[in-house]
């Protein structure tokens, strides 16, 4: 999953000390994808975006292309900058 997310236009694993610079209101989306299988894989993904709505079609897009081109069973993200969990 990593190395499809690594490929998406905009898209950039962040280091442990990057993460830690982030501040609220940022282009950080959580991306978790559930597998037929049932297993799960859960990361934070820098989605590039000048607006909250750019963020989430970034977010959205990667999503889609999981589901549509990788066979997983559920893609879902939650993006910072409107606050995690929201």
Do not use: H
Request: negative net charge; proline residues 1%.
């Amino acid at each position: 999953m990593l190395k499809s997310i690594l490929l998406l236009k905009g898209v950039s694993l962040l280091s442990k000390k990057q993460q830690g610079n982030i501040i609220a209101g940022s282009n950080i989306c959580r991306i978790t994808i559930i597998y037929p299988d049932g297993g799960r894989d859960s990361v934070n993904v820098y989605i590039s975006g000048s607006s909250g709505q750019e963020i989430s079609q970034g977010a959205n897009n990667f999503c889609l292309s999981e589901i549509y081109n990788e066979g997983v069973s559920r893609c879902f993200y939650d993006c910072e900058y409107d606050g995690f969990g929201q």
